[in-house]
């Protein structure tokens, strides 16, 4: 096989999201000697007050390559930039004297209650941000009382991840090409308790600075990744090669709709779609009848030059006509963002590099923070609108620049 197509394999998306290219492994861990926030002996280090803080953290903890590929796009990162940037368009209109002194942020996401519509969306290899990595975060969506969205690729078995904490958990599934083992993988999901299984459907990744940083996993991390699916022919005892080669060829890149119907055979759990943009796509998840849609373009790391999802959010919305709850992630780095989010139809948003920038600056206790953070913006917006609860969030507060 050519380095090309060898290469394209291992950043096409499923399992590998990117993880495993060629290149030094050894580089892309943690800096256990750099101090983060809290540590005795800390100096000159302002706590965190949003999200960028978190970023400039991480960025002085974790090596370059990890910290570039966590925080860089596809390509020209275009659709990066645009996620965020279509935010910072949107103008908030807010009523004068509406006479609300205190909000409340509480709903449901696919009939779980939480305590605001911000969830954490599947990041994978977590352990790379910190030891403690996918555990950390499912401790602290649970302590902020939200979901954590886990990925296939996050680091920790299913079993591990559920037995961290009690909180609320949607699994996202990446598809083996052995349905053995993706069965057992979706009853071993059920089993665990599990809420939802995500089926993220936007696949290719072709990212710039990981190309350039050869960035790699340690064998070790690889081969737990693989044998936590259910891969359980890999081994230590074979070669990095072999087992790059055998994660290239693993898992199923061209699904289709119908495979929905063969989920649909072997769990019961709510299903969700994410990767939608088009309204076409958003109208066939419904009448299939899956149980939720997130519009995202997976925060830019995919296709470089799609459009930012709070755009297409209100069109998707319109499709779906209430038939399914709609979700968005991709680009929210303010409170506020999650105030234009849901007066445009959302039911909640997913983040994902902003509680991986915390979980590296400061384990559990940094995405507690962030959490924390981005739910008392998003309060504070409320009442600076006028809204009391969440149905008060309408399209009326927001105008286009």
Same mark, same amino acid.
């Given at each position: 096989?050519?380095?090309?197509?060898?290469?394209?394999?291992?950043?096409?998306?499923?399992?590998?999201?990117?993880?495993?290219?060629?290149?030094?492994?050894?580089?892309?861990?943690?800096?256990?000697?750099?101090?983060?926030?809290?540590?005795?002996?800390?100096?000159?280090?302002?706590?965190? !007050?949003?999200?960028?803080?978190?970023?400039?953290?991480?960025?002085?903890?974790?090596?370059?390559?990890?910290?570039?590929?966590?925080?860089?796009?596809?390509?020209?990162?275009?659709?990066?930039?645009?996620?965020?940037?279509?935010?910072?368009?949107?103008?908030?209109?807010?009523?004068?004297?509406?006479?609300?002194?205190?909000?409340?942020?509480?709903?449901?996401?696919?009939?779980?209650?939480?305590?605001?519509?911000?969830?954490?969306?599947?990041?994978?290899?977590?352990?790379?941000?910190?030891?403690?990595?996918?555990?950390?975060?499912?401790?602290?969506?649970?302590?902020?009382?939200?979901?954590?969205?886990?990925?296939?690729?996050?680091?920790?078995? !299913?079993?591990?991840?559920?037995?961290?904490?009690?909180?609320?958990?949607?699994?996202?599934?990446?598809?083996?090409?052995?349905?053995?083992?993706?069965?057992?993988?979706?009853?071993?999901?059920?089993?665990?308790?599990?809420?939802?299984?995500?089926?993220?459907?936007?696949?290719?990744?072709?990212?710039?600075?990981?190309?350039?940083?050869?960035?790699?996993?340690?064998?070790?991390?690889?081969?737990?990744?693989?044998?936590?699916?259910?891969?359980?022919?890999?081994?230590?005892?074979?070669?990095?090669?072999?087992?790059?080669?055998?994660?290239?060829?693993?898992?199923?890149?061209?699904?289709?709709?119908?495979?929905?119907?063969?989920?649909?055979?072997?769990?019961?759990?709510?299903?969700?779609?994410?990767?939608?943009?088009?309204?076409?796509?958003?109208?066939?998840?419904?009448?299939?009848?899956?149980?939720?849609?997130? !519009?995202?373009?997976?925060?830019?790391?995919?296709?470089?030059?799609?459009?930012?999802?709070?755009?297409?959010?209100?069109?998707?919305?319109?499709? !779906?006509?209430?038939?399914?709850?709609?979700?968005?992630?991709?680009?929210?780095?303010?409170?506020?963002?999650?105030?234009?989010?849901?007066?445009?139809?959302?039911?909640?948003?997913?983040?994902?590099?902003?509680?991986?920038?915390?979980?590296?600056?400061?384990?559990?206790?940094?995405?507690?923070?962030?959490?924390?953070?981005?739910?008392?913006?998003?309060?504070?917006?409320?009442?600076?609108?006028?809204?009391?609860?969440?149905?008060?969030?309408?399209?009326?507060?927001?105008?286009?620049?």
């Amino acid at each position: 096989m050519d380095r090309r197509t060898f290469a394209q394999r291992l950043t096409s998306g499923a399992g590998a999201l990117g993880l495993f290219s060629l290149g030094s492994a050894e580089q892309n861990v943690v800096a256990d000697d750099v101090p983060i926030p809290g540590t005795p002996g800390r100096t000159n280090v302002l706590e965190p !007050v949003k999200v960028a803080d978190f970023q400039a953290l991480a960025a002085a903890r974790l090596p370059k390559a990890t910290f570039e590929y966590i925080s860089t796009g596809s390509a020209d990162e275009v659709t990066l930039r645009e996620n965020v940037a279509a935010f910072q368009r949107i103008r908030i209109l807010p009523p004068l004297l509406t006479g609300v002194a205190k909000a409340d942020p509480s709903t449901t996401a696919l009939k779980q209650a939480i305590q605001f519509p911000i969830l954490l969306a599947p990041v994978a290899g977590q352990q790379m941000y910190h030891p403690q990595g996918a555990l950390a975060a499912a401790r602290a969506a649970a302590a902020a009382g939200t979901i954590y969205g886990v990925s296939s690729s996050v680091g920790h078995s !299913v079993e591990e991840v559920a037995a961290a904490s009690q909180g609320p958990k949607w699994f996202q599934l990446y598809v083996p090409k052995d349905r053995a083992v993706a069965r057992k993988l979706v009853e071993r999901v059920e089993r665990a308790g599990y809420q939802a299984i995500i089926l993220t459907v936007d696949m290719g990744e072709w990212k710039d600075a990981d190309r350039r940083n050869r960035f790699a996993l340690p064998k070790e991390v690889l081969v737990k990744h693989l044998r936590d699916i259910g891969f359980m022919q890999i081994s230590n005892s074979m070669s990095y090669e072999e087992i790059v080669e055998f994660n290239g060829q693993a898992w199923d890149l061209a699904i289709k709709w119908d495979f929905f119907d063969w989920l649909r055979s072997i769990t019961k759990l709510p299903l969700i779609i994410k990767g939608v943009l088009r309204k076409e796509d958003a109208t066939k998840a419904v009448s299939i009848g899956l149980d939720g849609i997130i !519009v995202s373009n997976h925060g830019g790391r995919r296709l470089d030059g799609m459009p930012a999802t709070i755009e297409m959010l209100p069109e998707v919305v319109q499709a !779906v006509g209430g038939r399914a709850e709609v979700f968005l992630d991709s680009g929210v780095r303010r409170g506020t963002d999650v105030l234009a989010a849901l007066a445009l139809g959302a039911r909640a948003v997913l983040i994902g590099r902003p509680y991986a920038w915390a979980l590296a600056a400061d384990g559990e206790a940094g995405v507690k923070k962030v959490l924390d953070l981005l739910r008392e913006e998003f309060l504070n917006a409320m009442i600076a609108t006028g809204c009391a609860k969440l149905s008060d969030i309408t399209p009326s507060l927001l105008r286009k620049a």
